[in-house]
């Protein structure tokens, strides 16, 4: 896993779904690393333009997305409301 830096914002309360928590379970894996990761401004497995949304955005105050393969290539998500309030861990089939 990559080096964790800094968090440049607040994630809020952290939620998760039910199929989130059901895909990490599996790949027994824990969500804090990926939590983190986002946190920190690594936003994944974004392509290049998504992720200068995400600069973007960072600045401007609006969402923030980052998509991570679990070690068993299950894709999840992690959004990022634009007030920062919320943080919610989920699959792309559940958004």
């Known amino acids: 896993m990559k080096s964790v830096e800094k968090s440049k914002f607040s994630l809020g309360r952290v939620v998760a779904t039910p199929g989130a928590l059901s895909a ?5 894996e824990s969500a804090l690393g990926y939590l983190q990761r ?9 392509p290049p333009e998504d992720q ?24 999840i998500w992690i959004i990022t409301e634009a007030d920062r309030s919320v943080t919610t861990i989920l699959l792309p089939s559940e958004y």
């Open 52 to 75: 200068q949304e995400n600069e973007f955005s960072l600045g401007n105050g609006f969402r923030l997305l980052s998509s991570y393969r679990l070690r068993d290539e299950t894709k």
């Open 38 to 46: 986002h946190e920190s401004g690594d936003w994944g497995n974004l």
């Open 24 to 28: 990490l379970e599996t790949a027994q």
